[in-house]
C-alpha cells in the first residue's frame, strides 16, 4: 500500500480509495454535529442520502450553548401573530447594511426569500417559536417573549433604508433557548437514520491520487469507557465554567485533551460523496487568534472548547483558503440597563464615538477598531438610579444583572461637577464638558443628536453628580465576550471549500462558523444560526444530488 505519512494536520495521502481498510462508510461525513451539521444530515437524509456525523464530545456545538435566535422574517406566522408586517425585500434592505460584500447580493437575496420557509422547516423538525414581542429593546428577552429586534433595524440610520420589523426568532423553551432548538434537531436526524458517533475527533482528511477527499482518519475513545465518562463529564464543567473561570476552564481543557491523547482509537470512514467540516468557528485558537486578529486577544472567548479552528485547519490542510478571517465580533452591550443606552460612551478623549442605542456588536466593532479598545459610560444620578431599578431581580437574566450590578457597586467612579469627573477617570475636561453640553441640548429638543440617536434614548445630564464606569475592552469587571466570523471560503451555491484559485476541492464542503457566509461581516443575533441552516441545508441538498446522479449513472451501466 502506498502511503505518504505526513505531520498529523497534512493529509493522509493514498492512490486510491480501496487501498485503506476503512472502519466505516456512508454518503455524506459530517465533522462537527452541531447547528449547521444537523441541518445538512437532516437534508442529506431527507433527500435519501445516507449520513454519519462524528463530534469531538457530544454534540450541539456553540449552537446549543447559544441564545436560539434564529434571524428570519418576510412575513412568517410569528411576526402576522405580533402584527408585524414584514417582506424579504426589507430584510434584504436592513441585512445589505450587515452583511456587505461577505456573500453577493444574489446569496443574500436568496437567505432572505428563504427564510420564512427554514423556518417552516425547522419547526417541523419540533423546534417551536411564538409572536410574542418585548415591550422595549433588549439585548436578549425574558421568558415572556419571543421575537424582538435582535440587531440595528430600528435605530434610525437603518431604518431610513429598511422598513424595521422584528426579526429574531427565539426558540421556545424556558432558560436561554440554543438548547431548545438544537435538541429537536439532533432528534429529528437521529429517528431518520442519521448516523451520529460522538467523542470522535477527526484529525486529518483522506486524498486519494488526484486529490479529492475521499474520507477522515479520526480517533475514538471507545464508547462506555471509564475514559469515555471522564471525558464526557470534563467536557461539561470546562463548557459551563469558561464564562465565570476561564483560567479554571482551560486547566479542565488541557485535561480533556489528555484523555483523548491517551485513550482515544484510530477510526478510518470513507465518504463516498462528500466531507462536510461544520466545526464551529477559532475563537478559543488563541494561536490562530494572535495571527488573524490579535485586536480580540483580550476578549472572553464565547462558544465551546470545540470552536478551536479544527475545521478550518483541515479544510487549509487539503487546499481550501481562509478568508475574512481579520473578522470578529466584540460584543459590548449596554442594554439592559437601559438607563445605561440612555448615557453617553466617550472615548479616551472624552468624545462620543457610537450611537449608544446601538446593537452590542456594532458598538463593540467601534470600540475595539476605531477606538483602541476604550469605552467609557456616562450617567448622572437619576439613571444611575434607574438603571438599579432595571435589574432587580426577575426583571433581567442573571448573565445580564450580574455584570450590571458589579460594575455600579465596584466600577462607578463619581464626581460632583464634570470637571471632577473628569480628573478622576483621566479624561480632558473641556472636552468632556462640551460633549455633556452638546447632548443636553439634543435631549431637550434644542439640536439633532450628532450621532442619529432616537428621541427615547436621549436623557439630559446636565443634573449631577455624575459617573463614569470603565467598560473598555479589556475591563475585567465588565468582560467583553468575542466570536470569530471568517472561515474555509466556500461556493455560494454548493458549499463546497474553494482554493486559492477559486476552484473547488474535490468532495469537501464547510457549513456555518466553519466557513464565511452570511454572518461574516458584522453581527446580528440569530443571523449566524440563521445561516448554519441556510448553509447546512445547502450541503446537504448538493451531496444528495451527488448520490442520486451516481445511482443514476450506475443504473444506466447495469
Known amino acids: 500500500m502506498t502511503v505518504m505519512e505526513q505531520s498529523p494536520e497534512d493529509p493522509l495521502q493514498v492512490v486510491d480509495a480501496a487501498q485503506l481498510n476503512w472502519d466505516d462508510s456512508t454518503d455524506l461525513l459530517v465533522v462537527g454535529f452541531g447547528g449547521a451539521g444537523v441541518c445538512a444530515a437532516l437534508e442529506a437524509r431527507d433527500q435519501g442520502a445516507s449520513v454519519l456525523a462524528l463530534d469531538r464530545f457530544a454534540g450541539g456545538g456553540a449552537t446549543a450553548r447559544s441564545g436560539g435566535v434564529v434571524y428570519a422574517g418576510g412575513g412568517t406566522p410569528q ?40 423556518l417552516a422547516w425547522l419547526e417541523r423538525q419540533g423546534a417551536a417559536f411564538q409572536g410574542s414581542v418585548p415591550p422595549m429593546k433588549t439585548s436578549y428577552p425574558s421568558d415572556q417573549y419571543f421575537l424582538y429586534y435582535s440587531g440595528n433595524e430600528a435605530v434610525p440610520s ?15 423553551g424556558s432558560g436561554m433557548s440554543g438548547y431548545n432548538l438544537y435538541a429537536p434537531l439532533k432528534a429529528s436526524a437521529l429517528r431518520q437514520g442519521v448516523r451520529l458517533r460522538t467523542q470522535c475527533e477527526v484529525r486529518r482528511l483522506v486524498l486519494d491520487g488526484t486529490g479529492r477527499v475521499i474520507g477522515v482518519e479520526a480517533w475514538e475513545i471507545p464508547a462506555g469507557s471509564r475514559a469515555a465518562r471522564r471525558h464526557a463529564r470534563l467536557a461539561r464543567w470546562t463548557d459551563a465554567l469558561h464564562p465565570y473561570a476561564p483560567a479554571l476552564a482551560e486547566r479542565l481543557r488541557r485535561k480533556v485533551r489528555g ?13 463516498h460523496h462528500g466531507v462536510l467540516l461544520s466545526a464551529g468557528g477559532f475563537v478559543f485558537n488563541r494561536a490562530m487568534l494572535t495571527v488573524h486578529a490579535p485586536r480580540y486577544l483580550g476578549g472572553l472567548p464565547l462558544g465551546t472548547s470545540g470552536c478551536n479552528g479544527s475545521g478550518m485547519r483541515l479544510g ?70 434607574e438603571a438599579f431599578a432595571q435589574i432587580g431581580p426577575g426583571k433581567v437574566w442573571s448573565f445580564q444583572r450580574l455584570p450590571a450590578l458589579l460594575n455600579l457597586l465596584f466600577n462607578a467612579k463619581r464626581g460632583n461637577s464634570v470637571g471632577q469627573l473628569a ?60 466570536i470569530t466570523l471568517g472561515g474555509l471560503a466556500v461556493c455560494e451555491r454548493s458549499g463546497q471549500v474553494l482554493d486559492r484559485d477559486g476552484q473547488a476541492v474535490s468532495g469537501l464542503f464547510s457549513a456555518g462558523r466553519n466557513a464565511v457566509g452570511v454572518a461574516s461581516n458584522f453581527y446580528v443575533s440569530g443571523l449566524s444560526l440563521a445561516d448554519c441552516v441556510y448553509s447546512g441545508r445547502r450541503v446537504g441538498a448538493h451531496v444528495a444530488g451527488l448520490v442520486r446522479a451516481a445511482k443514476a449513472s450506475q443504473g444506466e451501466q447495469q
Not at 447594511?97 to 420557509?117: H, I, K, P, Y
Not at 437603518?158 to 421556545?172: N, V
Not at 464638558?433 to 443628536?449: I, K, S, V
Request: overall charge negative; charged content about 25%.
Open 79 to 118: 411576526q402576522a401573530e405580533a402584527g408585524v408586517s414584514d417582506s424579504s425585500e426589507a430584510m434584504f434592505d436592513y441585512l445589505c447594511q450587515e452583511v456587505g460584500d461577505a456573500v453577493s447580493a444574489e446569496t443574500l437575496q436568496d437567505f432572505c426569500e428563504r427564510s420564512r420557509d427554514n
Open 158 to 172: 437603518y431604518a431610513a433604508t429598511a422598513r424595521p420589523a422584528p426579526r429574531g426568532h427565539r426558540a421556545l
Open 259 to 271: 484523555l483523548e491523547l491517551a485513550h482515544a482509537e484510530r477510526r478510518l470512514i470513507r465518504a
Open 316 to 385: 487549509h490542510s487539503a487546499g481550501g483558503t481562509l478568508q475574512r478571517m481579520e473578522k470578529v465580533s466584540a460584543w459590548r452591550f449596554i442594554n439592559p440597563p437601559l438607563a445605561w443606552a440612555k448615557g453617553v460612551i466617550v472615548n479616551g478623549a472624552g468624545y462620543r464615538y457610537c450611537n449608544e442605542e446601538v446593537y452590542g456588536a456594532k458598538l463593540g466593532h467601534a470600540m475595539v477598531e476605531e477606538q483602541g479598545g476604550r469605552a467609557i459610560l456616562i450617567i448622572n444620578r437619576a439613571l444611575f438610579r
Open 423 to 482: 480628573a478622576r477617570v483621566g479624561l480632558p475636561r473641556e472636552a468632556l464638558e462640551q460633549t455633556l453640553a452638546d447632548y443636553g441640548d439634543a435631549a431637550r429638543g434644542l439640536r439633532e443628536d450628532a450621532l442619529g440617536k432616537s428621541r427615547g434614548f436621549l436623557a439630559s445630564l446636565d443634573e449631577g453628580p455624575w459617573y463614569a464606569l470603565d467598560l473598555s475592552f479589556t475591563s475585567t469587571l465588565y468582560p467583553c465576550p468575542v
